[in-house]
Nanobody, 114 residues
Framework: QVQLEESGGGSVQPGGSLRLSCPAS????????MGWYRQTPGNDRELVAK???????EYADFVKGRFTISRDNRKNTIYLQMDNLRPEDTAVYYC????????WGQGTQVTVSS
């Protein structure tokens, strides 16, 4: 089992920044991919960014150049640096981790509004 707990969400004005964190804890041998999805009411979750155990990353087009995902394998933690935030980035952001199956965090709210 893997437990994930997101932190760092909150409210920010357009153009502002937030940094999300997600440590993985529990009994597991290794964590393969980790990353972030987001979801707004009435919509499916959509991939924001993901990163492999080796550090290769992938981003959704709508965050390229604004968001940066990083990973500390010693701490089994990933981060999402979100810059130049837009109102359309408002969503609940969910962390995921893949071992032999997928695990999800509870989500953290990000609100971008003036």
């Amino acid at each position: 089992q893997v437990q994930l707990e997101e932190s760092g969400g909150g409210s920010v004005q357009p153009g502002g920044s937030l940094r999300l964190s997600c440590p993985a804890s529990g009994a597991f041998f290794r964590v393969l991919d980790m990353g972030w999805y987001r979801q707004t009411p009435g919509n499916d979750r959509e991939l924001v960014a993901k990163i492999t155990e080796g550090g290769s990353s992938e981003y959704a087009d709508f965050v390229k150049g604004r968001f940066t995902i990083s990973r500390d394998n010693r701490k089994n933690t990933i981060y999402l640096q979100m810059d130049n935030l837009r109102p359309e980035d408002t969503a609940v952001y969910y962390c995921f981790a893949v071992t032999t199956r997928w695990f999800w965090g509870q989500g953290t709210q990000v609100t971008v509004s003036s």
